[in-house]
């Protein structure tokens, strides 16, 4: 049963860099959105899968908060401000999606080589967590400053906080409950704040490209 | 006398207060008063909290979560005053019926409760004893103040606060990316406990936490941080967000939020100072500290903007902060806690001053502003003095800082940095100089003024209470205070 759970544990954190990389790649806002709520659902799993490994019942509460908060309600907040504002639906970027897997790749050998020498520190040390945590956080700062539409840098943000939980579990086994519940409590204020934005410069603009946003420079 | 955490708590949770209190004003005339009276308490609760500091040294609370020292201190200090004077200057700048932005109750009442909300974020960066309590505030600063900023929902004002949102944010997960490692270290030197990520703890570590380990923890640090603290190359949201936020807004970012983060910068260089031989932290100071200033300076030169020229000269000012701590030493550290509350009080004056001459001129842009002297001569005298505080002309307390700095520099074995500075403070000078006289002085003064701020109270006490800290500080240090930055100092410097 153990070796299974490793097993499972590897595939799921697998899981979670490869969705952070597919990210890189969509062209469409809804793809690009339902990626990322199974990047977070991997994520829920790979959670779940160590408090069973490492005997840390803290973990399953944590396990459940990612699954309901990073997993369905920011995704669900994110479809409804799609369909609400009719986004247009591509994704316009400022690098080919060619250029951006490349990127994706230089990225995770660049978290190997930072990280690399501080895995041997980390408390769960199994399936290489530690560099796929900075890998995904490296890929969702790329995804955020590399894409144009509002909507798809809040994805990047909401990527990078995934690799932040990630990093904090295979570390640390998590920064301790109340941090944990703080941090989820930012990222759903954060995506109100996001949410009373896109409306308002859906209002004003009658779209939501950042592109459009040149005015102030110097 | 009350003991223990009552009075630091009392101050952190005001502004709470008040802000209910906003929430249930029916009136203009409520809400202002609320707003008011909110400050002022602040102002009341603070005095008790820094008389307890001094006479009975650090206060913790909520089993260790909330901490308080000089080093707090001065920062809920700073917060204060900038908040009074602000909560006063919003009362004539858009609180009053006939006010020059006068806004609807409604979104009176909105502006009002998230500027009290800001400053309970900005009291929790200050009294958060756990590093995660310290990020999360720290993030929750910048979503309500990132609303702040895009009030006025023009285009521009929407673009600068979603690009204060969206750089802040990404700069702050690197900060926490950073926490999770130093809470890696003080793990493996301590063993897992519920206080690794305590401040205290860490400090106390020191010597035995990894310094491998607190390299890399550092990098993010000094990137997420310093991308708050508006330090170059990380600064490119920070002229933006300043400029397009509503006068007093921009007067706490500048002179209150800033300090929060470059706080946080100042205890993550506290814990690196415990470790032996351990130099990264002097030489990304070093490195930010003179990029900023030197960039700053140059933005300076061919500004054309009057709320993007002082926020500028906010990187500037967060640059030779920052120049102070790589200095180090009882002297650069010192001058560091001094110049943060001289340029706090003195920019947020500015900015306010600024705010009004923006409003008689009708424009914020420098060309057009011309010969305000003749025309607005009370606006423009107080422009005047302000500026040249700003630039570090004596007696004024910003020259006092920076000369404690230069000095740590030269004596501490850093002249070159210190050369260094001299040559940005002298572009700056010139720069700021050249902008002053072409808007006091320059053109004829046949350009239309308009009367500004009317039977402006309120903005009268809060900028006459923040000059004349720009200037009293630079003549006097009272003791009290004196003696709170050596508490500070020593907070750092262990």
């Known amino acids: ?218 | 006398m009350i003991e223990g955490p009552f009075w630091m708590l009392a101050l952190l949770l005001t502004p709470l207060v008040g802000g209910g209190l906003v929430w249930v004003s029916r009136t203009r005339a409520q809400l202002n008063a609320s707003a008011a009276a909110t400050g002022a308490a602040s102002f009341g609760f603070l005095l008790f909290v820094l008389d307890q500091v001094l006479a009975t040294g650090p206060t913790f609370a909520v089993g260790g979560l909330l901490y308080v020292d000089a080093l707090s201190g001065l920062l809920l200090l700073v917060i204060t005053l900038v908040g009074l004077a602000s909560l006063l200057y919003s009362i004539d700048y858009l609180g009053r019926s006939g006010s020059p932005h006068e806004a609807s109750v409604p979104r009176l009442r909105r502006y009002y409760g998230l500027v009290l909300l800001f400053l309970f974020t900005m009291y929790l960066v200050s009294e958060a004893n756990n590093l995660g309590l310290l990020w999360t505030a720290l993030e929750g600063t910048t979503l309500v103040s990132a609303l702040m900023v895009g009030y006025y929902q023009t285009r521009r004002a929407l673009e600068a606060s979603w690009k204060y949102l969206i750089l802040c944010s990404a700069g702050l997960a690197f900060a926490l990316f950073g926490t999770l490692l130093l809470y890696l270290a003080s793990i493996r030197a301590l063993g897992s406990g519920a206080s690794g990520l305590d401040w205290t703890t860490l400090v106390q570590a020191g010597g035995h936490l990894d310094p491998g380990l607190v390299q890399l923890a550092l990098v993010f640090l000094f990137v997420g941080y310093g991308t708050k603290a508006g330090l170059a190359p990380l600064h490119n949201w920070l002229p933006d967000a300043h400029s397009e936020a509503p006068t007093p807004v921009s007067a706490l970012l500048s002179g209150a939020l800033l300090n929060c983060a470059m706080y946080a910068l100042i205890r993550v260089d506290a814990i690196t100072l415990r470790i032996p031989g351990f130099t990264l932290t002097h030489w990304l100071l070093l490195i930010f500290g003179l990029s900023s200033v030197f960039v700053a300076a140059l933005f300076i030169l061919v500004q054309h903007d009057l709320k993007r020229l002082l926020a500028y000269h906010s990187v500037e000012h967060m640059g030779i902060i920052t120049l102070g701590l790589a200095f180090g030493g009882f002297l650069g550290v010192f001058g560091a806690l001094y110049h943060l509350l001289n340029h706090a009080v003195t920019k947020a004056a500015l900015f306010l001053i600024g705010g009004n001459l923006a409003l008689q001129a009708q424009t914020k842009d420098l060309e057009q502003i011309q010969g305000a002297l003749a025309a607005v001569p009370a606006t423009a005298i107080a422009l005047l003095l302000g500026g040249l505080a700003l630039g570090g002309v004596p007696p004024f307390s910003v020259f006092a800082s920076e000369f404690v700095i230069l000095t740590a520099g030269f004596t501490d074995g850093n002249a070159w940095g210190a050369i260094l500075l001299l040559v940005a403070l002298a572009i700056v000078f010139a720069g700021l100089i050249g902008h002053l006289v072409h808007m006091l002085f320059g053109g004829n003064p046949s350009r239309h003024y308009l009367p500004g701020l009317r039977r402006a109270v309120g903005a009268s006490i809060g900028v006459g209470l923040l000059m004349a800290l720009a200037l009293g500080l630079g003549l006097f240090l009272p003791n009290p205070l004196s003696q709170l930055l050596h508490g500070a100092v020593q907070a750092v410097n262990g």
């Open chain 1, 1 to 218: 049963m153990t070796s299974f759970a490793t097993l499972a544990l590897d595939l799921a954190a697998a899981s979670a860099l490869v969705t952070a990389w597919i990210c890189l790649v969509h062209r469409r806002i809804t793809a690009l959105v339902d990626t990322y709520a199974v990047q977070s659902a991997s994520l829920a799993v790979t959670e779940g899968l160590i408090a069973y490994l490492y005997s840390a019942p803290d973990l399953y509460l944590l396990a459940l908060l990612t699954f309901v908060v990073n997993a369905l309600v920011l995704p669900g907040v994110l479809r409804r401000v799609v369909r609400a504002l009719r986004v247009n639906r591509m994704v316009n970027t400022y690098a080919s999606v060619r250029v951006s897997a490349l990127a994706g790749l230089g990225l995770l050998l660049l978290a190997i080589l930072v990280v690399g020498p501080v895995v041997p520190y980390a408390e769960v040390s199994s399936a290489g967590l530690l560099p796929i945590a900075t890998a995904i956080l490296l890929i969702g700062f790329f995804l955020l400053i590399s894409r144009e539409k509002a909507v798809t840098q809040v994805v990047g943000l909401l990527v990078m906080n995934n690799g932040i939980l990630l990093a904090g579990i295979a570390l640390t086994y998590g920064l301790g409950l109340f941090v944990e519940l703080a941090l989820a409590a930012n990222l759903l204020v954060l995506a109100i704040v996001a949410r009373i934005f896109l409306a308002r410069m859906k209002e004003s603009f009658d779209h939501v490209d950042v592109d459009a946003l040149r005015s102030l420079e110097g």
